[in-house]
């Protein structure tokens, strides 16, 4: 695997981090083309088939193909060594482990089910050997995938309307049906009816059009088989019109640069260019994906880096082709929008979109309402939140409740002046789990409760959310979210990435933490990322000097929080 950019990439190390930890979704991937020589020699081992050549000499022949029909000749015959469930369990378990690698968080995966019925595996062993590949990824790997199944076009429609019929019992392991292999002489409209039986039954559909046939073949995929995405659709270049109507309509094409590089769509047809940076500059919705990567030569982020690089994309084109990914998938809602919650952070961890205005509060659940250490935090969090800050805390009672009430203050004080405050909320993220004897949605001066499953879970909640904490008086809990984001702090401070920034209060922690470091001999690097602070006006001035230091340094706007599809 490679270890850092290559030579040509523009934007240097940074832009390489980003497009590699971003989070994606792969909509373009068929399970055979993932079957790299080693997985290939190892089932065929134990399935007792004979395999001509080596690791070596099929890692050779796979380097370069004609066209399409050269590459599909060595694939089919590849898959000739998958025969069992557990076969096809491994070959999805090890696609999803290299993914994870990319951060893929979303994978909608081809599977060719006739390659296997029409040499005798049947359709079940196939489907059940993918499925527990899936629900196993899930639950190691945080992957969401789901099964596409794809009809070979070069075969009959009556063929597939056929393996529709078979594949009726498994209809809760599948998300939609797509149309793959020989493209040249087996245009969409040959399976007009399955496509239309096909979403008689609840499916989504796909379809591969204008990889090596002509824009006529996108029109009739999208006309006469009503498809959701294009897989491939670089062809619609050569015809303005169809353009248009693709980025007014914003159908998704799921590109695949190294594939397009592999099989010589851009030496035939393109004068050697990558198109990439056409298709987006022509306003479409592109995504980038790794079609067959066991043969092309590179999973997902090498298509991603390929494209970058050929095409001199930035930061913005990797952002807006990422969060495609996800609205153009057949997630639900909930799960798009999370995904595209962590693409965001990881941007805004990036130092590519400023962070939001947002400040996290630490401190002991005992001082009460009077007392100084209540007071002092209830002044703070006034003073942020009058400045358009919005709090989180640990939403129970002391300085929690301190910093909610402040925060409450502070808002209602610029709301009744009239200040912009649609998006600022008092947030509290409780444990509802481990608290059961406390407030069930906090305390009174929250105006959002978060509900956390655990401890951890609810510090990472405050990292997601914000760049700024401020630890008050505490004790075991308070040490233990400052070590926790102070750690991190660290981490992001060796890759490179932008800084959150920990401020504590002088007068609590001085003595305490330099000591602490001291004795640990932590290094004066990491010492340095904690800050020490007198007074509110000293906070809000640290917190308002680095928001705008990273607001001018950013190059992404992020679109509002993603909610509907509709
Ligand atoms: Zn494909």
């Given at each position: 695997m490679a270890s850092g950019p290559p030579p040509d990439f523009p934007g240097g190390g940074r832009l390489w981090r980003y497009v590699r930890g971003a989070p994606k979704a792969e909509l373009h991937l068929h399970i055979e083309g993932t079957l790299e020589p080693e997985l290939m020699f190892e089932i065929a081992a134990r399935n007792g088939v004979a395999v001509e050549g080596t690791v070596e000499s099929h890692r050779i022949r796979r380097q370069s193909f004609k066209d399409l029909q050269d590459f599909l000749d060595l694939y089919y015959a590849a898959c000739d060594v998958l025969k069992t469930e557990e076969d096809f369990r491994d070959l999805m378990y090890a696609y999803l482990q290299r993914a994870a690698v990319d951060n893929v968080y979303a994978a909608e995966v081809f599977f060719d089910p006739q390659t296997h019925t029409e040499r005798g595996v049947p359709f079940d062993v196939v489907i059940s050997g993918l499925h527990?590949?899936?629900?196993?990824?899930?639950?190691?790997?945080?992957?969401?995938?789901?099964?596409?199944?794809?009809?070979?076009?070069?075969l009959s429609e009556e063929s597939a309307l056929s393996t529709l019929e078979q594949a009726l019992p498994h209809l809760?392991?599948?998300?939609?049906?797509?149309?793959?292999?020989?493209?040249?002489?087996?245009?969409?409209?040959?399976?007009?009816?399955?496509?239309?039986r096909a979403a008689g039954m609840g499916l989504k559909t796909v379809a591969h059009a204008g990889e090596e046939a002509g824009p006529e073949y996108i029109l009739e995929a999208l006309e006469l088989l009503k498809v959701r995405r294009i897989d491939h659709g670089v062809q619609c270049l050569k015809d303005s019109s169809l353009v248009e109507r693709l980025a007014k309509e914003g159908v998704p094409l799921t590109t695949c640069p190294l594939s397009n590089?592999?099989?010589?769509?851009?030496?035939?047809?393109?004068?050697?260019?990558?198109?990439?940076?056409?298709?987006?500059?022509?306003?479409?919705?592109?995504?980038?994906?790794?079609?067959?990567?066991a043969y092309f030569g590179g999973y997902i982020n090498d298509n991603f880096v390929r494209a970058v690089s050929d095409c001199n994309l930035t930061e913005r084109d990797v952002y807006k082709m990422c969060r495609n990914s996800f609205t153009s998938s057949f997630l639900s809602d909930v799960d798009k929008a999370f995904c595209i919650s962590q693409l965001d952070y990881h941007t805004i961890v990036s130092g590519y979109a400023a962070p939001p205005r947002n400040i996290s509060i630490f401190g002991s659940r005992s001082p009460e309402p009077g007392s100084p250490e209540y007071e002092e935090a209830r002044a703070i969090a006034k003073l942020l939140a009058s400045r358009g800050f919005t709090v989180f805390t640990g939403g129970y009672s002391g300085i929690m409740m301190a910093g909610a009430h402040g925060a409450r203050e502070?808002?209602?004080?610029?709301?009744?002046?009239?200040?912009?405050?649609?998006?600022?909320?008092?947030?509290?993220?409780?444990?509802?789990?481990?608290?059961?004897?406390?407030e069930p949605l906090g305390n009174s001066y929250t105006t959002r409760p978060i509900v956390a499953r655990s401890l951890t879970n609810r510090i990472n909640h405050f990292c997601m959310n914000s760049e700024y904490f401020l630890a008050c008086r505490g004790t075991i809990g308070t040490i233990t979210e400052l070590l926790?984001?102070?750690?991190y702090a660290t981490i992001r401070n060796t890759i490179g990435v932008s800084l959150p920034k920990i401020l504590v209060l002088r007068s609590n922690f001085e003595k305490p933490l330099e000591a602490f470091a001291d004795?640990?001999?932590?290094?004066?690097?990491?010492r340095g990322l904690i800050q020490y602070v007198d007074s509110g006006e000293e906070i809000l001035q640290v917190?308002?000097?680095d928001l705008k230091r990273r607001t001018v340094a950013a190059t992404i706007t992020l679109p509002p929080p993603f909610s509907t599809s509709n």
């Open positions: 527990r590949g899936i629900v196993e990824g899930h639950r190691n790997l945080e992957i969401r995938a789901n099964l596409i199944m794809c009809f070979l076009r070069h809760d392991k599948i998300v939609g049906i797509g149309l793959d292999s020989g493209e040249l002489g087996n245009p969409p409209s040959k399976f007009e009816r399955l496509f239309e590089m592999k099989l010589q769509v851009n030496s035939r047809y393109f004068g050697g260019r990558n198109v990439t940076g056409q298709l987006l500059e022509a306003g479409l919705r592109v995504t980038i994906n790794s079609d067959d990567p502070g808002l209602d004080e610029r709301r009744n002046s009239g200040g912009e405050s649609e998006a600022q909320e008092v947030c509290g993220v409780l444990v509802p789990s481990l608290f059961a004897f406390r926790y984001v102070w750690k004795a640990m001999k932590i290094f004066p690097e990491d917190f308002e000097e």
